[in-house]
């Protein structure tokens, strides 16, 4: 059974630094696209970026310049640094990516559990 589980949310002040992780686990053979998504009451769910299996990013214009997204494929992990975060910024940070089991013929898409984000002074 393949899991996605996000990790490295917590609490930090305006301008502060957090680095999230999605760790993929289970009886996968491949990885394809993994995106980061933030939700919140009032905005609904954005993306805030995505990595191919290649590598190439995109990355939302609301936080260009200060996140990035980056994949460590031998530890089935992407990463979102967030740098100089602002209290908008907060939010249920949630990866989702395309897998393919070791027990399928196709990619399912996963998500994870999701990991609160709170920017406060």
């Known amino acids: 059974q393949v899991q996605l589980v996000e990790s490295g949310g917590g609490l930090v002040h305006p301008g502060g630094s957090l680095r999230l992780s999605c760790a993929a686990s289970?009886?996968?053979?491949?990885?394809?696209?993994v995106r980061w998504y933030r939700q919140t009451p009032d905005k609904g769910r954005e993306l805030v970026a995505a990595?191919?299996?290649?590598?190439?990013?995109n990355i939302a214009d609301s936080v260009k310049g200060r996140f990035t997204i980056s994949r460590d494929n031998a530890k089935n992990t992407v990463y979102l640094q967030m740098n100089s975060l602002k209290p908008e910024d907060a939010a249920v940070y949630y990866c989702?990516?395309?897998?393919?089991?070791?027990?399928?013929?196709?990619?399912?898409?996963?998500w994870g559990q999701g990991t609160q984000v709170t920017v406060s002074s």
């Open positions: 989702n990516a395309d897998i393919l089991a070791s027990n399928v013929h196709y990619y399912n898409a996963y």
């Open positions: 289970g009886s996968i053979r491949s990885i394809n696209a």
């Open positions: 990595i191919a299996s290649g590598g190439s990013t």
